[in-house]
């Protein structure tokens, strides 16, 4: 293994500016799940490494009031809840905030890996890592999330459904770290759920995923106003699935409504062949993953039992 410069960040604009200055040549460590499994094989190995381990105001979960007011969001929910782009998965999974804030994130970072993982592995790494597989991500397209990216220069923000350009590619500069995630609270009337497809039940990468958000008539819980459906490893990056979502908008969550919305899944994928699975046998799970996640959230609707989620997700 080729040596490399080790620098660890003091505070966040010693980070920054060590990115101005050495940005190109630099690989950010977060949790190290990935990066340091990729120096140890070979694979990459970057003349740098800035380590934010002691950033602590990347660590941070915080109820923020803001955002748009057209989903019904009920007073006692706060508008958008800010994660550092250091919180682990474990955090976001055992945060009172998120549980209750954004409980199809809780329920996605649920699936990753193994504890040891989760304890390490980060929310911005995850992101940053731009796997079509990440867990976490089709949740976040869904949730409508967003994503602070800090420099010296300043911040911007992106949404997540224009972050991420291809396999592991990011609209993120080599001068800019992602900070923070943005995401809205789920409403007391919406309903989620986050399903996956493996080779196993646990420490493995998906086949196939989906995150379903619906936004549910108060006055009739079955018929679903607003939908957010991301899907993962079923294109080149996670994608939100359009034609899915407008299957089901306007409509009672009934037999017909989902059988038309899982045979719109099979718009705008384009799954691979690969070791876990065939490109043919993605495309069939994409479809059984949308009505298995749709006939879950119609049940939740009709009052059955229900998973993570405000008022009872489906799960």
């Known amino acids: 293994m080729r040596p490399f410069e080790l620098h660890i960040a003091a505070s966040l604009p010693d980070a920054l500016e060590y990115l101005a200055r050495h940005g190109e040549e630099t690989a950010v460590l977060a949790g190290g799940t990935d990066l340091i499994i990729r120096i140890r094989s070979g694979r ?7 380590d934010l381990s002691r950033l602590n105001e990347l660590r941070i979960i915080r109820e923020e009031s803001g955002g748009d007011g057209d989903r019904g969001r009920a007073e006692s929910h706060p508008a958008v809840l800010r994660l550092g782009a250091l919180v682990t998965h474990a955090q976001v999974i055992e945060a009172p905030e998120t549980r209750t ?6 329920e996605a970072c649920a699936t990753i890996g193994s504890p040891q993982i989760r ?3 980060t929310l911005g790494g995850n992101c940053i890592t731009a796997s079509r597989a990440g867990d976490s991500l089709p949740a976040l397209l869904a949730l ?3 994503v602070v990216l800090l420099s010296a220069g300043g911040a911007r923000r992106v949404k997540m459904t224009e972050f991420f350009t291809g396999p592991r590619m990011t609209v993120r500069r080599r001068d800019e770290l992602l900070g923070y995630i943005l995401i809205p609270a789920q409403a007391p009337d919406e309903r989620s759920c986050y399903l996956r497809l493996s080779q196993r039940k646990a420490l493995a990468i998906s086949v196939a995923s989906v995150a379903l958000r619906l936004r549910m008539d108060p006055k009739a819980p079955r018929r679903c106003l607003r939908a957010a459906v991301a899907f993962g490893n079923l294109a080149p990056t996670v994608i939100r699935a359009q034609a899915v979502e407008e299957a089901v908008v306007g409509s009672e969550l009934d037999e017909p409504t989902i059988a038309r919305a899982a045979a719109a899944a099979l718009s705008g994928i384009s799954p691979r062949d ?3 699975a065939s490109a043919e046998y993605r495309r069939a799970m994409a479809q059984a993953l949308v009505r298995r996640g ?3 959230l119609s049940e939740a609707a009709d009052g059955g039992r229900g998973g993570l989620g405000p008022g009872g997700a489906g799960r």
């Open 44 to 50: 990459e190995v970057p003349p740098r490494v800035l």
């Open 101 to 106: 804030h954004t409980p199809l994130l809780a």
């Open 119 to 121: 304890n390490l592995g």
């Open 144 to 146: 409508d999330a967003e």
């Open 274 to 276: 690969d070791v876990r």
């Open 294 to 296: 749709l006939e879950q």
